[in-house]
């Protein structure tokens, strides 16, 4: 199977089960609603009723924010957050840095709580992807979701072990590693060029390691594995099996991520002083996150066919 | 930005007619011939030093004094290295002994007579002094006031890696305060109360600076020759008034000068020298420097030198650049609160110490407010005159100083407002526990300072306190400038409230802070109660009449007494405008009007500067959601995005 049939096959599914899409969002929605809602008493408390609230309802006011003192959830507030590009590029750069906690306790406490919610999630949604014989529902997903919790609760606390192993020793080793090729005196262009390189490796890092644990779980689905490190290492053995296609596949995929992350941030970069304004923002924004969500089902649908694919006729020949 | 072009106008109006009539001639008492050789191998400088010393003091001395101020740097136990720098900055200064400063004095002849052994080693009782930073020799016979005496100094200083942005490994030497300073008693008086003060005297200076052939040197001083002589590069500066021989040189560096010529102001060569990894900055260098020269020549006094030297280092390097008298260095840029410090602010205010430092001088504590305050404030005011509000810009992927910095043009920011966070940190503690005389000196001095010329800016009005302003600094050139002299001529001139005048020392002196806040507003609906005889009969009334009681609280927390404006909007829009002395703790208003309070607002105009918290200057009887609404909707996106990206990666 080439990676085009294998993307295409992955939209198949998506679109199949596109049911599970408004699911996810809904959960994701209301796990965000928790945190919003002390989110906005506290910020309420703050400039509900000073008049910096009339400046901060056009746009921005810099005198306050030097004087805003945040606490708790408060600490990730910032005026980046009005742009339509500069939010997304904050959580991109969290990949690429490994800083989880860049935004404080609470946004990394919550994002654990989702790391095991999703981990939920996922095995519903890798359950139905599997069974292409039946269509979506509710209570099928969940039962999936239940069935597969205990492996990717694993697979999700090793990759987590695995994420922080890499950000604490080898990102920084990497970066040291081409910051000694120059130094201050250096031109600034070689410098960034090769800072580039190194955060560009980083992220291919990241990707292959993120690989590893979807083929993880795809095995774990379909090939009825117990045992989560064992699905590792044979997620390991395929992708290096079919190195070129696992790869090329994820970096379409990634590729299909980034540029709609672009597009929905440059649309979103609107100036949003007007209550119509900040409306349609917030649809576009919400109808951005249900596409990201639909993303990361097609990395799933798509990698899932390719492994179907090309792990089928294998073990076909195993058995001859 | 409209009043911004205003205040220009106006200020290129006020000072169109005036005459720029030549610098007066510096009244230095001391004339010093310097020839010092660079050994780049070893990091330091062999010198010879010859002083015309003249008495100025009134009555005959009997001693003289020596400061030595790279021994200040001897060791990390010294009083400088421990005040100056946090203990943990230190250690990423100096690596080991090796590293560390001094200076050696190897002979002195006074008039001829070796004296060498004549000289001793000055301490006092309170240990202000670190041991070795100063020296001094005892006289022959007393040197009568107005006359003077010839001394020769025979020294050898090593030059401290890392501090002053010293890199030895780059071939980078910086030197300041690197030859013997000579003092009178009384400025070792006044040393001993602000031991860490880098003042200096200005004098004439006249200097001979070897480097090696392929070396580019930038100096504080005038340079009048330079000519390759046994393959070494000799430099010659002549400068009839200068307070401190500074010098910066490398054969990493380039030099690059461009003429700055405006209206009839007196010609300057700006001379830029620069790392070559930097020269993308120049151009932006360059012209940031023109405006400081346009702007400052229009407001103060034109730069009276025909030499305006700016050294670009590296990041990692020029740790204190406000240690170069007369030698703008414009070093690492900061991260802050409110994102990466950008070049031009930089080049202005580096580029402004230089333009001050050349023009006057103050005397030991208590004065950090006219260099590094006025030059602060002059900065902010020219930033906003010449550019306008600079966008947020913030950095991102941060590794060993390369970032990438995202410029946001949607969030401008007012330069003042960066002074004003300082502010809210006045009281903060290190990390190490305790506040370094540098941070002390920093926030109380020169954020204080310029955020009270800010305030007094707005208060007198942007014309009397120009004016005020220029005739001081014009006054001052060259000389010894003192506080009272500019608070009287400000006086003199405007009829200021008399508790404006001791604004500096409430504020510098004592510490004391500004804090205006609208604690409470109530309105109600007036009641007519009462019996009312209706006919014969007497009937009670309960009825709402068309006033409303409206009544206003409002809070002074901080101790300076300042008179400040309220302005009250009522519901129908109309608006009351009060002043408010600002002498008791609190003030209500009472009073009755057609319709309830809708904001009252203290300082509308935002001229108080010095004011802690300006968000709490203000408040509306009613709340309103739309705003916490708006960023809260903004927020959530970014956490739903948050949680996804975390997701892919599970």
């Known amino acids: 199977m080439t990676v085009k049939n294998a993307l295409s096959k992955g939209f198949d599914l998506v679109s199949r089960h596109i049911k599970m899409i408004p699911l996810i969002y809904a959960v994701n929605f209301t796990l965000t609603l928790l945190l919003a809602i002390p989110f906005f008493i506290n910020l309420y408390d703050k400039i509900g009723n000073r008049v910096i609230r009339d400046d901060m309802l056009n746009g921005f006011d810099s005198s306050w924010w030097m004087h805003f003192d945040p606490q708790h959830i408060l600490a990730s507030f910032r005026p980046g957050l009005l742009n339509g590009i500069i939010p997304l590029f904050d959580n991109f750069e969290m990949v690429l840095t490994g800083d989880f906690n860049f935004y404080g306790f609470w946004m990394l406490l919550f994002g654990l709580v989702w790391l095991v919610l999703s981990s939920f999630l996922n095995g519903g949604v890798l359950g139905l992807f599997t069974d292409e014989k039946r269509s979506f529902s509710v209570s099928r997903f969940f039962s999936n979701a239940g069935f597969y919790f205990h492996h990717f609760f694993a697979l999700m606390f090793t990759a987590l072990i695995v994420f922080f192993l890499f950000y604490k020793f080898v990102q920084p080793l990497l970066l040291t590693l081409f910051d000694q090729f120059t130094t201050d005196w250096s031109p600034e262009t070689l410098r960034l060029l090769l800072h580039s390189i190194a955060f560009s490796i980083v992220l291919f890092l990241v990707y292959f390691i993120n690989m590893i644990f979807d083929y993880a779980k795809i095995i774990i689905v379909v090939e009825k594995k117990d045992s989560s490190w064992m699905s590792i290492w044979l997620g390991i053995k395929f992708i290096f099996a079919h190195f070129g296609r696992a790869m090329g596949l994820y970096l379409l995929i990634a590729a299909i991520a980034a540029l709609t992350t672009l597009i929905f941030g440059l649309i979103l970069s609107f100036s949003k002083d007007q209550f119509f304004l900040v409306l349609i923002a917030v649809i576009l924004q919400q109808l951005f996150i249900v596409v990201k969500i639909g993303i990361r089902l097609l990395f799933y649908g798509s990698q899932l066919s390719l492994y179907s694919s090309l792990h089928a006729p294998e073990r076909k020949m195993k058995r001859l | ?650």
């Open chain 2, 1 to 650: 930005m409209f009043k911004n072009a205003l205040l220009l106008v106006t200020v290129i109006l006020i000072f169109s007619n005036s005459v720029y009539a030549a610098p007066p001639f510096c009244s230095s008492n001391n004339e010093i011939f310097l020839k010092a050789t660079l050994e780049p191998q070893d990091g330091r400088i062999v010198g010879y030093e010859r002083v015309l010393y003249k008495n100025d003091d009134a009555l005959p001395q009997n001693r003289i004094y020596l400061r030595l101020f790279l021994n200040q740097f001897r060791n990390s136990e010294t009083l400088l290295s421990t005040g100056l720098v946090t203990a943990k900055q230190l250690g990423s200064l100096f690596s080991g002994p090796a590293d560390w400063g001094r200076i050696e004095v190897k002979k002195v002849v006074v008039q001829g007579t070796d004296m060498t052994n004549a000289l001793q080693m000055a301490s006092d009782q309170n240990k202000n002094l670190t041991p070795g930073a100063w020296a001094f020799l005892d006289l022959v016979s007393p040197l009568p006031p107005d006359q003077d005496i010839t001394i020769e100094i025979d020294f050898v200083t090593q030059l401290p890696a890392g501090l002053f942005g010293n890199d030895f490994e780059h071939q980078l030497f910086v030197a300041a305060f690197w030859y013997p300073q000579l003092c009178s008693a009384a400025d070792f008086q006044n040393q001993k109360q602000s031991p860490l003060s880098t003042w200096q005297n200005y004098a004439g200076y006249d200097v001979e600076f070897v480097v090696p052939k392929d070396y580019t040197l930038a100096a504080s001083a005038i340079q009048t020759d330079s000519a390759i002589v046994d393959d070494q590069l000799h430099y010659r500066f002549k400068d009839p008034c200068l307070r401190e021989m500074a010098v910066v040189t490398s054969p990493n560096l380039r030099a690059e000068e461009r003429e700055f010529q405006y209206e009839d102001m007196p010609p300057v060569t700006i001379r830029l020298i620069y790392a070559d990894a930097l020269q993308k900055d120049n151009s932006a260098i360059l012209k940031a420097l023109e405006n400081l020269l346009k702007y400052y020549g229009l407001w103060y006094a034109p730069y009276p030198k025909s030499t305006f030297s700016v050294v670009h280092l590296p990041h990692s390097t020029a740790l204190a650049p406000a240690a170069f008298p007369g030698l703008g260095i414009i070093g690492s840029a900061s991260q802050e609160r409110f994102g990466q410090e950008s070049l031009i602010p930089r080049v202005i205010l580096h580029g402004g110490l230089n333009y001050w430092q050349q023009l006057i001088t103050l005397h030991f504590a208590n004065t950090g407010w006219i260099e590094e305050g006025l030059n602060l404030y002059s900065q902010t005011r020219l930033l906003i005159a010449a550019y306008g509000y600079l966008p947020y810009t913030k950095t991102y992927l941060d590794f060993q100083n390369v970032a990438i910095n995202w410029k946001q043009h949607s969030v401008p920011v007012d330069p003042r407002d960066r002074l004003m966070a300082e502010l809210d940190h006045i009281d903060e503690l290190s990390d190490e526990g305790k506040i370094t005389f540098y941070e002390e000196n920093k926030r109380r001095d020169i954020i204080k300072s310029a955020l009270l010329f800010w305030t007094l800016e707005n208060i007198v009005g942007d014309q009397p306190f120009s004016i005020a302003l220029r005739d001081f600094v014009r006054n001052s050139l060259y000389n010894r400038c003192a506080l009272e002299e500019f608070i009287s001529l400000l006086t003199n001139q405007h009829d200021l409230d008399p508790r404006l005048a001791s604004l500096f020392d409430e504020i510098l002196i004592q510490g004391g802070t500004s804090d205006f806040k609208v604690s409470h507003i109530f309105s109600r609906d007036l009641q007519e109660q009462g019996f009312w005889k209706n006919g014969k009969e007497w009937e009670y009334r309960n009825e709402t009449t068309d006033q409303v009681y409206n009544r206003i609280t409002l809070e002074h927390m901080g101790s300076v007494h300042l008179p400040v404006d309220v302005v009250v909007t009522m519901e129908n829009g109309e608006t009351m405008e009060w002043i408010w002395d600002g002498y008791h703790k609190v003030k209500i208003f009472e009073f009755e009007h057609a319709t309830a309070v809708r904001k009252v607002e203290i300082d509308p105009n935002h001229k108080i500067l010095i004011d802690l918290d300006r968000v709490n200057n203000s408040l509306y009887r009613k709340k309103n959601i739309w705003s916490a609404l708006k960023w809260t909707s903004m927020w959530m996106f970014w956490v739903q995005h948050y949680f996804e990206v975390v997701a892919s990666i599970s």
